[in-house]
């Protein structure tokens, strides 16, 4: 089955920095990768995704980028703002948004102003 | 759009107690719903996918008896704790997605289930 790893597991940056959290899966199969952010106590919402026939996908000050080969993901938050600070989850799904993701075990971003 | 609802929020109960969670996705019709337990600190452990019409496809470890799944239609999944005791304590997360080729799941507001 789908294994995703997540690093770092805690990430501290000054206002105004980038952000960069990694993952790591390893079935071949997967497809589909959604980053979630959660805050405490709430749902989580995602953010931004990406799918396997796509490299690179920007939204505003946040980006994913994907390597099939290496099969590593990874997003990007730039010009980071103190309500970014959340627990950012990665995840992995073998065929698509439809099917059961397999989550990371979180990165917790606190944006320091 | 895609707007999943969880109801309730918070629940806290006797030990022994019997607990239903319900889960509705509120403007579109969701074939598969799926079921999230989260400890604190912790990430989403999937417990089961829920299917309309059919019957839940649990994950290891998780105890088909205990967490009885119900989805009887396209909008509405149900999870009751059955005998729920303190170590079933937990927040309890629903989503949904469309279902029509990869496209996200959407997340219920979770239910915080707390057993004395």
């Known amino acids: 089955g789908e294994n995703v790893e997540q690093h770092p597991s805690t990430l501290s940056v000054q206002e105004g920095d980038s952000a960069v959290i990694k993952c790591t899966y390893s079935?071949?199969?997967?497809?589909?990768f959604p980053w979630y952010k959660q805050e405490l106590g709430k749902r989580p919402q995602l953010i931004i995704d990406i799918r396997s026939n796509v490299g690179e996908k920007k939204d505003q000050r946040i980006a994913v980028t994907l390597n099939k080969t290496a099969k590593h993901f990874s997003l990007h938050i730039t010009e980071t703002q103190p309500e970014d600070s959340a627990v950012y989850f990665c995840?992995?799904?073998?065929?698509?948004?439809?099917?059961?993701?397999?989550f990371g075990k979180g990165t917790k971003l606190t944006v320091n102003p | 759009g895609a707007v999943v609802s969880q109801h309730p929020s918070w629940v806290i109960c006797k030990s022994g107690t019997s607990v239903k969670i319900e889960c509705r996705s509120l403007?579109?019709?969701?074939?598969?719903m799926f079921w999230y337990r989260q400890f604190p600190k912790q990430s989403l452990m999937l417990m089961a996918t829920?299917?309309?019409?059919?019957?839940?496809?649990?994950e290891q470890g998780v105890e088909k008896d205990k967490f009885l799944i119900n989805h009887a239609s396209l909008t509405l999944s149900t999870l009751t704790v059955t005998s729920a005791h303190p170590e079933d304590s937990s927040f309890y997360i629903c989503s949904a997605s469309l279902g029509i080729g990869n496209q996200p799941q959407h997340f219920g507001d979770g239910t915080r289930l707390s057993i004395l």
């Open positions: 829920s299917n309309e019409g059919s019957k839940a496809t649990y």
């Open positions: 403007d579109f019709q969701a074939t598969t």
């Open positions: 995840a992995a799904s073998p065929t698509g948004g439809s099917e059961k993701l397999v």
């Open positions: 079935d071949s199969a997967s497809n589909y």
